[in-house]
């Protein structure tokens, strides 16, 4: 089986998706650049020591936009979500 993007993202991120689930199938390959840039932000984000608290528990597409469900440090809770928040509007509607 080939390589896919969503393949390649969890893999290079890949402490992001130790517990939880992966990125849904579900989620169209034309949001996935979002998802990568998502995965980085919050990988330039949270500190090393602080990277075991965090992990998604669901990226999926639900009623026709991007839908995160997550894990996170409390101290971080307000930037994840304004990252989260600004990769959500970059997605377009389906």
Not at 9 to 22: D, E, N, T, V
Not at 56 to 78: Q, R
Request: hydrophobic share 50%; charged share 20%.
């Amino acid at each position: 089986m080939p390589i896919t993007i969503r393949d390649t993202i969890m893999a290079r991120y890949s402490w992001q998706f130790q517990r939880g689930r992966k990125i849904d199938n579900c989620v169209p390959t034309q949001w996935l650049p979002v998802v990568e840039d998502l995965c980085m932000a919050i990988e330039e984000t949270i500190p090393v020591a602080d990277r075991p608290a965090f992990y998604w528990l669901d990226i999926k597409e639900k009623h026709g936009a991007l839908a995160v469900d997550y894990v996170a440090p409390s101290n971080m809770a307000s930037k994840i979500e304004a990252l989260v928040a600004a990769a959500i509007v970059r997605i377009p509607l389906l």
